[in-house]
């Protein structure tokens, strides 16, 4: 009886130590049109095709344990069905100390007349460099139509700094 409580103990300790490490995050910012896109028709309906695409984005708010984001990269790969799209993707987000974090995504999206309508993702940092080396964090995005082909996003999420090493 000590036993399992001295071990439900702990495990609460645990957890309650693991979830005060996360830290709320909030970001935003705009993508331009993407560049070097490629699509390839699958065939067998009208407007289903595969997608390749990149594309440059600049930070309008974002923040990482004191260092300020400032602009980001993506590359996706997806699928689209008549007005319905669907992407997977790494971004890499570059910081004005130089140090960079890499999210995994996937989303989906509408458009209407060839472009967004809306659209949403959901993001797994997966690494960084510097600093950010062996972050962690997940989330999700919003994303509203842009200037010029492009988007605006608006996300969510936690995130967690590796333990300073000594």
């Known amino acids: ?61 974002g923040e990482i344990g004191g260092a300020k984001s400032k602009d980001g990269a993506f590359s996706e790969h997806g699928e689209v069905m008549g ?28 458009t209407k007349d060839g472009a967004l309508a809306s659209g949403n993702n959901t993001w797994r940092i997966s690494g960084g460099t510097g600093k950010m080396k062996g972050i962690t964090g997940t989330g999700s995005c919003k994303l509203t139509p842009g200037e010029g082909g492009g988007l605006h996003y608006a996300c969510n999420g936690e995130y967690t700094l590796a333990a300073a090493k000594e």
């Open 1 to 61: 009886m000590r036993y399992k409580f001295l071990c439900t103990c702990l495990l609460l300790l645990i957890a309650v130590s693991l979830a005060s490490a996360q830290t709320k995050r909030t970001f935003s910012g705009k993508c331009g049109k993407p560049e070097n896109p490629q699509s390839i028709p699958v065939g067998d309906k009208d407007g289903h095709m595969f997608i390749v695409e990149q594309g440059k984005c600049e930070t309008d708010k």
């Open 83 to 110: 007005n319905h799209i669907k992407v997977s993707g790494v971004y890499v987000e570059t910081y004005d100390s130089g140090d960079k974090v890499f999210y995994s995504y996937q989303g989906a999206s509408t």
